[in-house]
C-alpha cells in the first residue's frame, strides 16, 4: 500500500479540479455514469472513502507500468497452472464454505450504472446508489479460469453452431415461444453469469417481483447456488437459480437462443483465461434478441489490486493467480472493445474507471481502475 504524499495529491487536486470544471461548464453531470465526487482540493483527500474520475500523472501511469513489469517477471510454469484450472471449482467451494454470503456485499448501485437492466421506465428509486458506495470490497471474483486449447484461434472465434441456432430462430421466431422453460411468459429476461452468493440477484428479484420481469442466474459453484436458493429472498416465480459452467461452451442453458434481453457479468470474465475469452462472449451473445444489451463491469490494467501481486504469482500477461488459487486478468478498454465486438455486438458504452480509494484511519490512498461497458446485438439487416 501506498502513503499518499501531499505533492501527489495536489497535482492529482489540480487535474481533477480541472476535469471538474469542464463538467461544469458543459452543464454538469448526473452521478452516474461512474459518480460525481471529484477531487478538487488536496485538503479534502481523506474526507471521503472514494474520489470518482481520477485522471493519473504521467509519473502515475509509468511507476504502474513499472510495478506490473516486476512482478510479471517471474511466471508460474505452465506445467503447473494447469490445477488453476482443473481444481477451480474446488477453490471457489472452499472459498463460499468459509465465508457463505459474509464476503461481498450487495451492489446496489446496480440500477444507476445500469438502468438497462429493467425495461425503460422501471427503475426502482430503492436500489438508486451511486456506484462508488458499495465497490470498496468489490475486488474479487468468480467463475472459472487456466488455460485450455490453448490452440485455438481465438481472435476469430468458430462460432458455427451458435450461427445455426440463430438461423434456425430467424426462420421460425415462434420456436422460443412453443418451448417449456423457466421464464417462458416473461416479456423481459435476464441472464446473469458468475452470480456467486446473489449479491447482484437479490437487488434484482426485489425489484422485479410483481412484474413481468424474469431474471436467471448460474455460477459453476454448486455451493454459491444452493446458497442463492436458500436466501430468504429467493423467489423462483421471478427467479431461476442454476449451476452452469460458462467455460463448457457444450453445457446447455435452460432457454433458448435468442431469448434474453440482457446479459450482466459483473467481475466475471476477468477469473477465465484471456485466451478463452471469445469463444466465451461469442457463445453467450448468441443467447440475445436482436437489440439485446451485454453489460459488463471488471477489473481495468494497472488497478491497485494487479500492482500489490508479489513475484511468482503471473500465470501470464496481466493475468494472476491469488493464494486461495482463484484467478484475475486485468482489461484494457481496447481489449474490451476487441472482445465484444468481435462476437458481433455494438458498442453503447466502453469506460474506463478510476478512481482514488482512500483508507482514512491509515491516511493511505490507492489507485483504482475498473472497466464498464455496455454492447448491443445489432439487428440483422433488412432484406432488400
Known amino acids: 500500500m501506498h502513503t499518499l504524499r501531499s505533492l501527489s495529491v495536489a497535482k492529482l487536486a489540480k487535474v481533477s479540479s480541472g476535469l471538474f470544471s469542464r463538467q461544469k461548464s458543459s452543464g454538469g453531470r448526473p452521478s452516474a455514469p461512474l459518480g460525481s465526487r471529484i477531487l478538487t482540493s488536496s485538503d479534502d483527500v481523506f474526507k471521503h472513502n472514494m474520489w470518482d474520475h481520477v485522471q493519473w500523472t504521467e509519473e502515475d501511469k509509468e511507476n504502474a507500468r513499472q510495478k506490473a513489469k516486476e ?28 465465508h457463505q454470503d459474509k464476503f461481498f456485499k450487495d451492489r446496489k448501485w446496480l440500477f444507476s450504472e445500469f438502468p438497462e437492466l429493467l425495461p425503460s421506465g422501471d ?94 442466474c448460474c455460477d459453476f459453484s454448486k455451493s454459491a447456488i444452493q446458497l442463492v436458493k436458500d436466501h430468504p429472498d429467493y423467489d423462483d416465480s421471478v427467479c431461476h437459480a442454476f449451476v452452469h459452467d460458462i467455460c463448457e461452451e457444450t453445457a446447455s442453458f435452460p432457454f433458448p437462443p435468442q431469448s434474453l434481453d440482457v446479459i450482466l457479468a459483473v467481475f466475471v ?54 493464494g486461495d488459487g482463484t484467478c484475475v486478468y486485468f482489461f484494457t478498454k481496447e481489449e474490451v472493445h476487441k472482445l465484444f465486438s468481435n462476437a458481433g455486438l455494438e458498442e453503447i458504452q466502453n469506460l474506463e474507471d478510476r478512481r482514488l480509494q482512500v483508507n482514512r484511519g491509515k491516511k493511505v490512498a490507492m489507485h483504482r481502475v475498473w472497466m464498464q461497458s455496455k454492447y448491443r446485438k445489432l439487428y440483422p439487416p433488412s432484406p432488400s
Not at 497452472?81 to 481444481?87: I, M, R, V, Y
Not at 471449482?89 to 463460499?96: G, I, R, S
Not at 468468480?142 to 484461434?153: A, E, F, L, V
Not at 501470464?316 to 493467480?321: D, G, K, L, P, R
Open 71 to 98: 512482478n510479471s517477471c517471474t511466471q508460474i510454469p505452465l506445467e503447473e497452472q494447469g490445477k488453476f484450472d482443473t481444481e477451480a471449482c474446488q477453490y471457489w467451494d472452499k472459498f463460499y464454505t468459509m
Open 123 to 216: 427503475h426502482p428509486e430503492l436500489y438508486l446508489q451511486p456506484i462508488g458506495a458499495s465497490t470498496d470490497t468489490e475486488t474479487r471474483h468468480r467463475q472459472h479460469n487456466g488455460p485450455k486449447n490453448h490452440d485455438r484461434n481465438t481472435d476469430v472465434p468458430n462460432h458455427q453452431t451458435d450461427s445455426c441456432q440463430e438461423a434456425a430462430l430467424e426462420k421460425n421466431p415462434s420456436a422460443i415461444q412453443s418451448n417449456t422453460f423457466p421464464g417462458q411468459h416473461a416479456s423481459h429476461r435476464i441472464l446473469e453469469v458468475g452470480c456467486g452468493v446473489g449479491n447482484s440477484v437479490f437487488p434484482i428479484v426485489n425489484s422485479i417481483k410483481g412484474t413481468d420481469i424474469f431474471l436467471y
Open 269 to 322: 470474465l476477468s477469473s477465465i483465461h484471456p485466451e478463452r475469452l471469445h469463444g466465451i462472449v461469442n457463445h453467450l451473445s448468441s443467447y440475445l434478441k436482436h437489440g439485446g444489451i451485454f453489460l459488463f463491469r471488471d477489473y481495468g490494467r494497472y488497478d491497485f489490486s494487479q500492482l500489490r501481486f508479489k513475484k511468482g504469482r503471473c500465470l501470464s500477461e496481466n493475468f494472476y493467480t491469488r
